[in-house]
């Protein structure tokens, strides 16, 4: 699996943050475009997870995936402001227990994000319907993807 070598946790959270409301960018709308209030929200959440557990860069990558993959099978769907933490959690969740051999539980993930164990085990239940249950990407096109990023 190709690697992203981001060794600064805040770093890792502004890339995180900037590329989430890209992904979820539609091709029939205006840009989604978070104000600078909004991303600075968004940038903390991030960093503070991230800090929390640890989480390879592997994993990140691979959340972005899913959420690139969640957004082309919900195309028509339009998300709230704060939506785009959770479905980055829970999206991080899930590859978390794909790529991770002690991966952490639902309620731990609850604890670090603050987001309720029912909200991520329905976020989670929703991705993993978008992806067809598939959540191991070809090499092929997860090479495509990281090519884009």
């Known amino acids: 699996m190709p690697q992203l070598t981001c060794p600064n946790t805040a770093q890792l ?23 600078s209030e909004q991303h600075s929200i968004l940038t903390m959440f991030c960093f503070n997870v ?23 099978t919900f195309a028509g769907i339009q998300i709230q402001n704060g939506y785009e933490a959770e479905l980055f959690t829970a999206a991080l969740m899930i590859a978390n227990k794909c790529l991770d051999d002690s991966a952490y539980s639902n309620h731990t993930w609850s604890t670090v994000s603050k987001i309720p164990v029912r909200r991520l085990n329905e976020l989670e239940r929703d991705i993993l ?13 997860f090479y495509t993807w990281t090519k884009q990023c």
């Not at 319907?129 to 096109?141: G, H």
């Open 13 to 35: 959270a502004e890339l995180v943050s900037t590329a989430v409301p890209i992904l979820w960018k539609s091709a029939n709308t205006s840009s989604y475009l978070l104000t």
């Open 50 to 72: 991230l800090r929390a557990t640890q989480i390879s860069n592997s994993c990140v990558l691979l959340a972005l995936y899913y959420l690139k993959q969640y957004r082309a």
């Open 129 to 141: 319907i978008a992806l067809d249950y598939s959540i191991n990407p070809s090499p092929y096109q």
